[in-house]
């Protein structure tokens, strides 16, 4: 399970990617694809075009890291349909863990939550 702070984000590009990019084609799609600031602290996650391969790039501590795992057998199943212009998908820690785990969330449901209302403004 990963433990990320809630101020973390996680992008899923919806684009394949060349999987033989590394930290430098990595930051290059973040900012021009996804339209994020590499260097912010959340997490990008990259699938190949048969989704057999993931890596996720992250910024922590004055330096890149750069995760990835290589599926032997199957493929990776995205938890929401895909943007037809390609541009991202937002997880939640808990989907990002759950994908990588091999588990299929379209069949799954999400119960209602509550939520704080919206803040009033003085005026």
Same mark, same amino acid.
């Given at each position: 399970?990963l &433990?990320?702070p809630? @101020?973390?984000?996680i992008?899923?590009c919806?684009r394949?990617? $060349?999987m033989r990019?590394s930290?430098d084609g990595l =930051?290059v799609?973040v900012r021009?694809?996804l339209?994020?600031?590499?260097? *912010?602290?959340?997490?990008?996650v990259?699938?190949n075009? &048969?989704r057999?391969?993931?890596k996720?790039?992250?910024?922590?501590?004055?330096g890149? =890291?750069?995760?990835a795992?290589?599926?032997?057998?199957g493929s990776f199943r995205? !938890?929401?349909?895909l !943007?037809? $212009?390609? @541009?991202?998908? &937002?997880?939640?820690a808990?989907?990002l &863990?759950?994908l990588?785990e091999?588990? $299929?969330?379209?069949? *799954?449901v999400?119960?209602p939550?509550?939520?704080?209302p !919206?803040?009033? *403004?003085?005026?």
């Amino acid at each position: 399970m990963l &433990t990320l702070p809630s @101020s973390v984000r996680i992008h899923l590009c919806a684009r394949p990617v $060349d999987m033989r990019k590394s930290f430098d084609g990595l =930051c290059v799609l973040v900012r021009q694809v996804l339209r994020e600031e590499p260097l *912010s602290g959340h997490l990008f996650v990259f699938f190949n075009r &048969t989704r057999d391969r993931v890596k996720v790039l992250w910024w922590h501590s004055g330096g890149f =890291c750069l995760f990835a795992k290589r599926l032997e057998k199957g493929s990776f199943r995205l !938890p929401h349909p895909l !943007p037809e $212009d390609g @541009s991202a998908l &937002t997880l939640e820690a808990v989907e990002l &863990t759950l994908l990588l785990e091999g588990i $299929d969330l379209k069949a *799954s449901v999400r119960r209602p939550r509550w939520q704080p209302p !919206p803040l009033k *403004s003085a005026a």
